[in-house]
C-alpha cells in the first residue's frame, strides 16, 4: 500500500505542466488567465466524467477492466462509452475560451485544448489512483496521460484551424472522431489489460512524438505568421524539430503533385504480396529467436511484461522486414511516388491483424498498436529506395 496522499500526485503533475504551459506560452495576463480557467472546467469535467462513467459501469455492467468484462466488453466500454464520454467534457471545457475569441488559430486551439485535458486529468487520474492504491496504478495513469494530453491537442489544433477558416472540409468533427477511436484503443491498452500491454502503448508513443515534432515543424517562426505574439514554447518545440527535421508540407505536397499521385493499381496489389512474403519471414525470425530462448510462445499473454516477451520479440522480426520490403518495391518500380508502397503496407498489415485475430486474438492488440511504425519503417524503405 502506498504511503497517504501519494495518490494526490497526477493532480500535482496536472497543475504543474499547466503552470508550465501557462509561462512558456507567454501571451500575457489575458492568455495565462485562460489556461488556468481552462485547466479549472477541465478538473470540473474529470470529476463529472469519473463519477458519471462509474453510473455509467453500474448500468450497462461494463467496465474498463478486461479482467471484469472480458476483452470484447472492455474495449466496447472504452470506445463507445468512456472516450467519448471523457473527449466531450473536454470539449465542453474548452467551449467558454472558444466564445471569448481566446481561440484564433492552430496554435490557440492547442493550448486551450492541453490546458483543459490537463486539467481533466488531474481529477480524473487521482481519483482513479486513490480507488487502487498500488505502484502499477501509478505506473498506468502515468503512461495515460501523454495519451490524454495529445489526442486533445490534436482536436484542438483542427479546432483552431476550423476557427481559422483555413480548412473548407469539417476538419474538426472528422479529426474529433478519429481522435476518440485511437485514444479508445489507447485507454484500452493502458487501463483495459494486464501490466504488459503496456509495452504496446511505446510505438504509439513514439508515433506521438514524431508529431510533436512534426507539429513544431509547422508552427515554427518559419512558417507561422503569428509567431511574434508568442514564442518561447514554440520556439522550444522548433529547435527539436530542426535536430530531427520531418519532411515540411511542402515537400510533401511536391511528391503527391498531379503526376505523382496517379497510382499504379499493379504495383500496389504486388507490392501487397511481397510486403507479406517478407512479414511472414521476419515473423518466422521472431519465432525462432523465441525458440532459441526457450520461450515457450504458446503462453504468451498480456498479464506481466515476462509473459508478453514473445509478442515483442514477433513484432521486432515485423518491424525489421518493413523497410526491406518498401525498399525492393520502390526499386522495382523506378517510380518516384511513394504513394504505392505505403498503400501495398496499409494493406499487407491490415490483412495480417485480420489473419492475427483468428490465429492468435492476443497478439492482435500488440500488432494494433505496432501498426503505425510499421507503416512508418516501411514508407522509410521505400523512400531510401526511391530513384534518384
Known sequence: MLFQGVWLLPAVVGASLTALLALYSRSGGRGTRAIAATFGLGAMAGACSHFGLLHAETITGLSLRSVEVGEGGALIF???????VAEVMKVIAVWPALLSRRILDLRDGVRIAASSSLGFAAVDMSWTFHSHAT??????????LPGDVFFACAWGAALGLAKAKRWKLPVFPLVFITTVAVHGFYAHLVYGRGPGALIATFPLLAVMFLAVIWFGQIVSPAHSQTATRE???WSRVSRISEAFPPPSLATVQSALGRQE???N???VVLGTFVYLGTMIVGVGAGVAATKAAHVDLAAAN??????????????????VSLPVSGWIISRASARRSRLEPALSAAAALGIFVVALGVIEPVGVVFALAVFPVAWVAACIGAWLGRPV
Open 135 to 144: 505502484s502499477m496504478w501509478l505506473v498506468r495513469c502515468l503512461f495515460a
Open 261 to 263: 499521385a496517379r497510382v
Open 231 to 233: 514564442s518561447g514554447f
Open 78 to 84: 472504452a470506445l463507445l462509452v468512456a472516450e467519448p
Open 302 to 319: 498480456d498479464q506481466s511484461v515476462a509473459s508478453a516477451a514473445p509478442l515483442i520479440m514477433l513484432a521486432i522480426g515485423l518491424v
Open 265 to 267: 493499381i499493379p504495383w
